[in-house]
């Protein structure tokens, strides 16, 4: 539906740019699939004899999701608390606990 969407928007904008030749909708959602397809690779241009040692992979780096400017400018102070281990596992067995006692 989204894909469909997109395409009406595109005629859209085709017909106030005065493109008279616009591509139809199967063609529209065979260039985005090859493009979602070609996503996330790249090629590189690789000149010359291949060399003899392979180099390891590198490791991508995660990284914590940041929080919206809504948050993150509302002066107030998010500050992560330290929490020992022995005190989250003691949360965790009271929460289950309650949630046990009121079920019984």
Not at 46 to 63: D, I, W, Y
Request: proline content about 6%.
């Amino acid at each position: 539906m989204c894909v469909v969407n997109a395409w009406l928007l595109y005629r859209r904008h085709c017909r106030q740019l005065k493109i008279k030749k616009t591509t139809s909708l199967l063609k529209f959602k065979s260039e985005i699939a090859d493009a979602l397809l070609q996503a996330g690779k790249y090629k590189l241009n690789k000149r010359g004899r291949p060399s003899l040692s392979t180099t390891p992979p590198t490791k991508k780096r995660l990284f914590a999701p940041r929080p919206v400017d809504d948050v993150k400018f509302d002066e107030v102070a998010h500050w992560p608390l330290s929490v020992t281990k022995k005190a989250t596992m003691q949360a965790l067995y009271k929460k289950l606990y309650y949630k046990h006692m009121q079920e019984v």
